[in-house]
Every structure is written in C-alpha cells, then in structure tokens.
C-alpha cells in the first residue's frame, strides 16, 4: 500500500476530511460520508476541468487528437464508474473494462491512422505517397 494521497488536503478538509480519515476508509474498505462528499466535490472540478480540456483537443495537431481523445474518453469513463458506486472507491478499483479500452482504443487507433495518412506531414509531403 502507497498511502498516497492525490487530492489537495485544503478542499479535503472543507468537507472535514483529513488522512487519518482516509487511513480508516482505505484500511475498513469503507467510504465515510464526509470522504464521499468531498470525492462528489472533487468528481464536479473533475467534469468541469474535462469539459474545458475537450475545448482544446481541436486545437491539437490533427496527427495528436486522436491520442488525446482516446484518453479523454477512457478517463472520463473511470470518472462515471467511480460516479456510479457513488464514490464507493476503497472497497474496488475503479476501471474500464478490457472490452470497452479495446474498443475506444481501437476506434482511436483508426482515427490516428487516418489523420497521419491525411494530413501533411512535417515536411510538406503527404504521408504514405509514393
């Protein structure tokens, strides 16, 4: 076990959440309901910064969107799976499952293949011409 924490302490302790607290979730497999109502607090910052991060994915060079997209989808769906075991995240492992990453990742390699075929490359020519 790490015992890492990778939530900023000062949201965690408006909702009266500190480490020891979260010790006695992870160590009881239990979520208390002050870590849930942070975790619901930091679960909206989450969508929010998402939501503005899928702004950008446009801007980025045709050949990197498809990349970067796959990886928004996939972290997206590891946020609605933690949304829907209502913040439940120490007694299971909040994941995607194999099917669904191959699929996403699947679709995301198709789009990759098709924008580094498409678009010029760095030096003007037209990848895969002869």
């Not at 075991?85 to 293949?113: I, P």
């Amino acid at each position: 076990v790490r015992q890492r924490v990778y939530l900023p302490a000062d949201e965690l302790a408006a909702h009266g959440v500190d480490r020891e607290l979260l010790m006695w979730c992870h160590i009881h497999r239990r979520t208390d309901p002050r870590v849930r109502e942070a975790l619901a607090a930091q679960h909206e910052i989450t969508r929010e910064t998402y939501r503005f991060a899928a702004a950008g994915i446009g801007m980025l060079a045709p050949r990197s969107r498809p990349c970067v997209a796959t990886a928004a989808a996939l972290y997206s769906e590891i946020l609605d799976c933690i949304e829907k075991s209502d913040f439940a995240v120490f007694n299971h492992r909040a994941t995607v499952g194999r099917s669904r990453r191959l699929q996403v990742a699947g679709l995301g390699l198709l789009r990759s293949w098709r924008a580094r075929n498409s678009a010029p490359s760095e030096s003007g020519f037209q990848s895969g011409a002869a």
